[in-house]
Each structure stands twice: as C-alpha cells, then as structure tokens.
C-alpha cells in the first residue's frame, strides 16, 4: 500500500512514522523547505540564539501514546525540564507556583493548597490512564469510564466558575493563566478542559522542552520515518488529489477548508460544508527577544520558571480574553514567555538568552502588539526592556505565511468553542474520514485538538490500519 501524507506538522510526521512502522510505504509532502510545521526551531535574533517558532513546552508529549510507540528517544529526542514549570506572577511580586510535584504546588498555594490537591491530586495520578479516553475522538467506548467523568466533570464548567473553588489570589491566577491556554472566553461552558489536561499533565509529567529545539521533534519522527524505509519531500505544495493520483491512501495535514479545496468536488456535500464552516479562533502575535542576562523578574520563581503567563490577577485574564474574543485588542492582553534556555542551556550563548512570548490577540488582528508584549513582561520584571539586544516580530499575518494551517493567525487550528472542544471537524464516528474512500485527515483541526504530542496523526493511521483491512 501506498500512503501519502500532505504536510509535515507534528501529526502528519506522527501519523507517517505510525505507518511506515507498520510496514507500509509512506511519502510525506511538505509545501515548505523545512519540515515540522509547528515544531521548527530559528536563529530567529542573534547568531547561535535557538528560537522555538511556534510550540516550545510541551507538557502532553512525554506521555503521549503516539510519540511513546515511536521510541523517538533513540531517534535523538531528549525531554529536559526547568525548576519550575509554570509561575504566573502577580503586581506585588508574589506568584502562584506550578511544579511537577503537587504536593510542592499545594504547599506554595497557601490556604488553597489542600483544595488544589482535592480537585487535581486524583486525575493526575490518573493521567497515563486518562490519556487513553481523553485524547481520543468523543464518541469512543471509554476504556476508563470512572476516571473520566472525575476529570470531565469539572473540565465541562466555565473556567470563571471553576475558579470560585480558590480563595487566593495566586491560585485563582495559575488556574486561569493554563486555562486561557485554550484561546477561548473563560466564561464558556468547557473552557475550564484546556486547564484541566495541562495542570493534571504537569502533575504527571512537566512541562517539559525538547534539548536543541522543537525542531528535535519533528526530526525525531522524520527519522522513524526514514528508517523504516519512508520518504519525504519538501517544497512542494499539493493543489488536488489529481496531483496524487498513484496514492493508495491520502491523509491530509491540513485545515478543513484546505482539505475541501484539495479533495475538490469528491467530497461529500455534507463534509463539505462541515470543513468550510469550521470556525477558527483568535490568533498569536509572536515577539521573540534576545535578553542579555535573562529577565529580571521581581518574583524569584519565575527567574527558574520554564513558562511564565504575565498578566496578573484571574479578573484579568477574564477581560482580556472576552475582548479578544469580541474582535478588540485589550489594554492588558495575555503573554505567555518560554525561558527554553533555563532548562536547555545548549539554546543561549555567551550570557545572552532566547526569550520566546506571544500575546493572545484578535482573528486577523492587523496592528503592531510588540510593545504591549514587551510592557506585559516590564511590568513583573523592571529593567527588563534595557536586556534587550535582539528582536523578532511575527505578527499575526506573518503567522499565517509561516504556516497555511494557522488561519488568521490562530495556532492551535481552530476556536475552542464548546461544540469544537469536543467535536472536530465535523460530526462524526470517524473523525478523521473524510467520507472520500482513501483520504483522511490528521490536522490540529481533528481530536484531540493542538499540541505536538502527535495524536491526531497516530489516530488517523490507526483508521487508515483499520479501514485497509475491512
């Protein structure tokens, strides 16, 4: 069998390397010189400065089943953590902590501590297990159907409900901060999910990066490709499956309105519209710095802290990412930095450090966020704005170009509505059938959504598995 993958994003190379392990023959197709899709790493500022250039942590993939099947440890890839996960610090120099230990969380949470290890002591504990049921499509038979309504329970309430459980401000903040890692109002029903996995991932894994870049990733499973006897193909760009017409099997690394233009007029009418109304969300304008030093963050945690969300206080969070939603930029918008080099040092040279940021901003937003960016990170770190020897503006149009799948300048490749939180792109028993006999798709856009853990890609080979021997 001859299978075709279009796109080399973390799930299209996850979903070629599961196949070629599987003994069949794989091509990947790539419209860019270099693989990865969201998993390539830059000297993006100064010479010798290792810039992510979209994911940088990646606390879903040391326990993801799509990259532990792959052994991509013996293809090059090394997890390596910082001190601290997580610190979200607030305006009077305190921080609410995230560490791979929740006992250590809890007992940095002050009076929320023990009500931090209620809620998420359990389903952490449980996340290897979880992970089975959570990253699957949601009309699936759950392998653990206990463990998943503990975890799905408080997943389904909006993220401003959830938060009533703390009483601190620093806890309120840490769990707001993971949430809005979803792009979504944290007023909406399911928006607490995002927060749920990440906060329970960390607990059971880290938040971990990749040694040498997220670029490692991608190579790692290109490798496993390689070797099992694949090939892949960079500069390309497929217009229509005409182009593949010698292809027993194509899966598609797309976004569902680029799939529909590339499967044309074969595809069912239904799927069809369900791949064009598919909504996207807001988008990320990315600044990546060159930081003499590092940042001197007020908050000693967060001088060790691999990610840091700077905002302030949970109230905030909840204004900035309605606004964000409604289309206007807001006065305080949500940052997230990577400080990769705490936990890899190999990334910085001769003192001076990668500082990789983003801020949350509207669908299609066209101004210039790179101050508000930079005062985000002033305002818990002064002095900080004096570092700074480099820059590098990606803003949201730049995101778009850098990578198709990235509509508007929305990362995570689609909005996190309560019905596309968990179904995507469409309705369906097989999600990633495209209803075209032999084409599928394993986008970011298909269960379970954005990440580089690779599992949209593994479960789309495992229906292309599964509908080749029907």
């Known amino acids: ?49 290792l810039h992510d250039d979209c994911s940088a942590t990646h606390p879903m993939s040391p326990g993801s089943p799509a990259l532990l099947n792959l052994d991509l440890e013996n293809h090059g890839l090394k997890w390596l953590w910082p001190e601290v996960d997580l ?48 990253m699957k499509p949601i009309l699936h038979q759950p392998r653990h159907p206990l463990k998943l309504m503990r975890f799905g329970v408080p997943a389904a309430a909006p993220a401003n409900l959830f ?4 009483s601190t401000p620093q806890a309120k903040a840490l769990f707001g901060g993971v949430a809005a890692h979803a ?18 991932a960390c607990h059971r894994h880290g938040w971990p990066v990749a040694q040498g870049g997220s670029q490692s990733i991608a190579d790692a499973l290109a490798a496993v490709v390689l070797t099992n006897g694949g090939r892949i193909e960079t500069g390309r760009r497929v217009k229509s499956l005409d182009e593949l017409a010698d292809a027993d099997t194509v899966i598609l690394d797309l976004d569902p309105a680029a799939a529909a233009d590339v499967i044309g007029d ?45 905002i302030g206080t949970f109230s905030e969070i909840v204004l900035a990412e309605g606004e964000v939603h409604k289309g206007r930029m807001p006065q305080s918008p949500y940052v997230i930095v990577g400080q990769q080099s705490l936990a890899d040092p190999t990334r910085a040279k001769d ?15 066209d101004g210039n966020a ?6 985000q990170i002033e305002r ?70 954005a990440g580089a853990h690779g599992m949209n890609g593994y479960n789309a080979a495992r229906s292309v598995l599964r509908n080749s021997t029907n």
Not at 5 to 23: D, E
Not at 98 to 127: H, N, V, Y
Not at 353 to 358: E, N, S
Request: aromatic share 8%.
């Open 1 to 49: 069998m001859t299978d075709v993958i279009v796109g080399s994003g973390p799930n299209g190379l996850a979903c070629a390397a599961t196949l070629a392990k599987a003994g069949r023959s794989v091509t990947v197709i790539e419209a860019e010189a270099t693989i990865g899709g969201g998993t390539r790493t830059s000297e993006l500022t100064l010479p010798g400065l």
């Open 87 to 134: 610190a979200h610090p607030l305006d009077d120099g305190s921080a609410g902590i995230l560490l791979r230990s929740i006992e250590e969380t809890a007992d940095g949470l002050g009076d929320d501590g023990q009500r931090w290890k209620q809620i998420f002591g359990k389903p952490s504990a449980d996340f290897d297990a979880l992970g089975e049921d959570i």
């Open 163 to 166: 938060a009533r459980a703390f």
């Open 183 to 200: 792009f979504s109002p944290l007023t909406l029903p399911m928006s607490s999910s995002v927060g749920m996995a990440l906060i329970c």
């Open 266 to 310: 074969r595809l069912p009418t239904g799927v069809d519209r369900a791949y064009r109304r598919y909504r996207h969300g807001p988008a990320a304008f990315k600044v990546d710095l060159a930081v003499e030093g590092g940042i001197p963050w007020t908050n000693e945690a967060c001088r060790k802290a691999g990610t840091v969300h700077a």
């Open 351 to 365: 003192g001076v450090h990668p500082i990789w940021a983003y801020a949350h901003v509207p669908k299609g937003y």
């Open 370 to 375: 790179t101050e508000d960016v930079i005062g």
């Open 380 to 449: 818990f770190a002064p002095g900080f704005r004096d570092r700074i020897l480099g820059k590098f503006i990606r803003d949201v149009s730049a995101m778009e170009t850098y990578n198709s799948n990235y509509v508007g300048g929305d990362i995570i490749n689609g909005a996190n509505t309560p019905w596309q939180t968990v179904i995507r792109p469409r309705l369906a028993l097989d999600p990633y059938s495209t209803g075209v006999d032999g084409v599928f798709i394993c986008s970011a856009a298909t269960p379970p959504g």
